[in-house]
């Protein structure tokens, strides 16, 4: 039926009034409404792209997932059912094996912007991921804000807490939770707010914005700061082949709007991280955090958790430990620097 849905979209698209004379129209298509935090961003890069092109480049975008597939837009991309939209890499189930994994090497990248440019600089160690990224420019890297352990009953103000809680985690955490003793279960973000209030998950690790996004402050009674590392990785794309077709000088306006795509992202993560964490205090829901010695040996397990991970990858044929010796050796004390930079 999708499938049906897009051709229909593709006649009518192609059935409207051409552009006017000089102009170019580029379709951007997102998962997201126009109100969530990431279609913002979309739409201050929109605007940005418009307005530097003097309206040579126009944006037309379709909202909420009515062009675009969650789990195939990096191949639709590539096929040109938009030109521009939406990637999800890390979700992918095949054919982005490193660029899932390496979102588990960003220990130490604490903001935004050092979870971008350490993306880049595995990216610029690792030919692998330009592969996996074939038929695609990639338009902007995306980051975001440190979750912590959200809990709903129990306060978790130590590790040691953590033991027989049932969490609710991504996929790359299981393994480390489950070394500290809890329960790790993965489902569907949308799934956990019921989940918590029926009592069938303790917990969930997520950041401060799903107090207000998902209104964790009506089902959960306490939030722990621990600093559970998160990576970056590319999260809009155009197809390769509609890129090849734009002039010079477009190309140009779209890669001065990488930065300020990122930018915007950024903007708006920190944004609706500060709104969900406002709606938190006002709930009342109990801070805490851990020892630094705590966080310290969170860390120790992450990163040996993530070096298995990378060595787990040659049964591909992909040199993971290749990317997560570029992603140490870059970062240090929270600064990011590809290896090889000057001083």
Request: proline share 6%.
């Amino acid at each position: 039926m999708k499938g049906l849905a897009f051709l229909l979209i593709l006649l009518l698209t192609a059935c409207g009034n051409p552009p006017p004379p000089g102009k170019t129209v580029l379709t951007y298509a997102t998962p997201y409404a126009p109100s969530h935090p990431f279609s913002r961003a979309d739409q201050t890069w929109i605007h940005f792209v418009e307005e530097k092109s003097g309206g040579t480049l126009m944006i037309k975008p379709v909202w909420s997932g009515a062009l675009l597939s969650s789990d195939m837009s990096m191949e639709e991309l590539r096929h040109g059912i938009a030109d521009i939209g939406l990637i999800t890499p890390i979700y992918v189930r095949g054919g982005t094996h490193l660029i899932r994994i390496q979102s588990g090497f960003y220990s130490g990248a604490t903001t935004v912007e050092s979870q971008v440019e350490l993306y880049r600089c595995i990216a610029k160690a690792s030919p692998e991921i330009g592969r996996e990224l074939a038929g695609l420019k990639v338009l902007a890297v995306q980051g975001g804000t440190l979750p912590g352990i959200v809990t709903r009953d129990r306060p978790v103000n130590s590790l040691a807490d953590i033991k027989g809680l049932r969490l609710r985690a991504p996929t790359e955490l299981l393994s480390v939770l489950g070394a500290l003793g809890a329960d790790p279960v993965n489902m569907p973000m949308g799934e956990v707010y019921s989940a918590l209030s029926k009592g069938v998950i303790d917990g969930v690790v997520a950041p401060a914005d799903t107090f207000r996004s998902l209104h964790f402050t009506e089902v959960a009674r306490h939030f722990n700061t621990l600093a559970v590392p998160r990576g970056a990785y590319p999260a809009r794309a155009m197809g390769l082949k509609r890129w090849n077709t734009l002039s010079e000088a477009q190309r140009a306006i779209l890669e001065q709007g990488i930065p300020v795509w990122e930018a915007a992202l950024a903007q708006e993560v920190r944004a609706a991280w500060q709104k969900g964490y406002d709606d938190a205090v006002k709930g009342r829901i109990a801070m805490t955090a851990v020892s630094p010695e705590d966080q310290e040996r969170f860390d120790a397990l992450y990163l040996r958790d993530a070096e298995r991970n990378a060595r787990a990858l040659s049964r591909f044929g992909i040199d993971g430990m290749r990317a997560f010796r570029a992603a140490r050796a870059a970062i240090s004390d929270g600064k990011v620097r590809c290896q090889g930079e000057g001083a």
